[in-house]
């Protein structure tokens, strides 16, 4: 069971964002400690995606602020979060499709010998990482537009989890993904948390959520419906969340 | 490439050695639609087209759309468009001119010819045009209006602009280092052009070696051994014997004579010298090698492809897409003032409409050359390419006697023909997107 006396590794508190008139993420309080999996629920379009893109640097909140290890911090752009070790699988993967997936992988962290980009170091990296998630693996020399979209989703996983995060942030990370490879990425998500990772899952499937994640938080209409300890609760308890918008009586 | 009639047997075998080869097929296609261009006119000519002459003509006048088309590669690939170049070109011409006749000799009271004086414009009208280029990033890139609408505006401002500089009249140039950029005032001899070739095929082949132990140190696939060669091959016959073309074109005897008595000596009789390589196609393969290199070996080049790709990746990538866009406009920028020196240069003067239309050509060479404008696509070479096949088909019409607006609805259709079947071999291909 994951220790959670300590400072927390995120705090986001109270955060908001609207897009035009639409209050896309309402007054969201949400906390994750280290080794720990915190998953996210909601219907579409309940502000899942925007509150993770918030801690990832992708957009500014309107209000609220992000905490790191206690201490808070400025995050105006995907180089901020980067430089918190703050990694992030986006849910359009966010790919670069005319790149290979050794380019793609380290976009924006290139290998470099002498000041010019080491493609083949960066290739052979890409080959070791990539294979422990899917050993399938093959098409290194092609731009990802030709991937299969469960291919391309290795390639963002790979990306998320090579550079030593110590946040990670996976919005459905096993959408586009086999049941094989599906397996793999669990087992990835339990290897990670047991180097000390904090994770966010945002996952749409009941059942990974009981088996993946520690706590589940449940978001409704941008605001947050509860956070629940997933050991205290049945998955018709979190269906009912996420569908009445109602925390359980026997709430944690 | 086109045969969809023909049964599927030929192409598998046809396929498997171009695969084997790892030639690069659209590559191909266009050296062979070059080749085309270059076989109807050298036997419609009777052979002058491919002549030592005419070849370094044509070398000559395709440079400052060759070096313009290279940051054009750039600023298409990550899905923007400058109008503005033939403009921005002609603006720092003026600066040039004005300032090596007119500005820096009145503020130094040095006479026009003096060569420190040249060497400040140059660096002069080179930081003009990277300023030009580097305003309208800023427009582009920070104030988010569309570069089409910039760099429209921007064929305008500085195209008058350029009207002010000079009052509207033409500067003379004389001073012979200038002319040196132009062509044939600036040739390297027979000699030192094949010594350059030599050293310059050796550095491709030890390129392609280097290239090869990196992979193998990876445990990579390699080519064959085959294919490599027969690659080193082409590329070093090819450069050998483009040195040795232009090193057969002699310099005239009435010129020779002429630089002999102007050092004061008498030309002893017989003597003969050849063209050889000029210095402004030196500088377009300069700009070429430099570009590609940035292209495919820095995370510069990187970065653009990205962004022309996906923007939204690269910007989530930690990719600072606004600074990125500037960078890009500001090298495009760079880039017209080097063909602006080689164009006044070649002109031996600066006239208004210096650089007229021209980036409407810089665009079609690279388009020709296989940069989508959709973004993320393009290679230097092909715009080089690009830039040689038009170059080539206007000369080799203008030698039979086409007349100029003929030869301008022939561009005009070559243009819409090689998107037209780069759209259906993609199709055929699978590619299409
Ligand atoms: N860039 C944007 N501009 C305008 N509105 C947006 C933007 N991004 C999200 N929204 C709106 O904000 C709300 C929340 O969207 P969000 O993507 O966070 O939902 P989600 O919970 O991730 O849903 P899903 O499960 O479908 O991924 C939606 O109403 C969406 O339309
Ligand atoms: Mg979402």
Known sequence: ?252 | MSDQGHPAQAAPPRRSLIDTLEIDVRLLGMLMAFAAVAVVFTIWTGGTFVGPRNVFNIAVQTVPVGIMACGMVFVIVARHIDLSVGSMLAMSSAVMAMSQTTWLPTMFGTEYGNPAILAATIVLGLAFGTLMGAITGWFVGYQRIPSFIVTLGGLFVWRNVNWFTTNGQSVSLTDPNLLMFGGTEGVLGATASWALGLVASALAVWAIIASRRNKQGHGFAVKPVLAETVLAGLIVGTILLFVGWLSRYPVPVAKLKRLFEARGEVMPEGYTAMHGLPISVLILIAVAVAMTVVARKTTFGRYIFAMGGNPDAAELAGINTRALTVKIFALMGFLCALAALVAQARLQSHGNDIGMLEELRVIAAAVIGGTALAGGVGTIYGAILGALIMQSLQSGMAMVGVDTPFQNIVVGLVLIIAVWVDILYRKRLGLSK
């Open chain 1, 1 to 252: 069971m994951t220790n959670r006396t300590g400072t927390p590794l995120v705090e986001m508190r109270d955060i908001s964002i609207s897009f035009g008139g639409i209050k896309a993420v309402d007054h969201v309080s949400i906390d994750l400690y280290p080794g720990e999996v915190v998953g996210l629920l909601g219907h579409n379009g309940a502000g899942k995606s925007t509150l993770i893109k918030i801690l990832a640097g992708a957009y500014r909140a309107d209000h609220g602020e992000i905490l790191i290890n206690g201490d808070p911090v400025e995050i105006n752009n995907p180089r901020d979060a980067r430089n918190l070790n703050i990694e992030t699988i986006y849910q359009t993967l966010a790919l670069a499709d005319n790149l290979d997936a050794a380019s793609n992988l380290f976009l924006g962290r290139e290998i470099k010998k002498r000041g010019i980009v080491d493609d083949a170091r960066m290739e052979a990296e890409a080959r070791k990482i990539i294979g422990r998630l899917n050993p399938n693996f093959r098409k290194f020399n092609v731009p990802v537009s030709s991937l299969s979209g469960g291919q391309r989703q290795s390639v963002a996983i790979a990306r998320a989890v090579y550079f030593n995060a110590k946040i990670l942030i996976m919005d459905e990370p096993t959408a586009a993904l086999g049941p094989h490879e599906t397996q793999m990425v669990a087992e990835l998500i339990q290897e990670l948390k047991a180097q000390g990772l904090g994770i966010f899952l945002i996952e749409h499937d009941i059942h990974n959520v009981m088996k993946l994640c520690d706590r589940a938080s449940v978001m409704k209409n941008g605001q947050l419906v509860g956070t629940v300890n997933v050991n205290d609760v049945t998955d018709d308890d979190i269906l009912g969340m996420i569908i009445m918008g109602k925390p359980p009586a026997k709430a944690a």
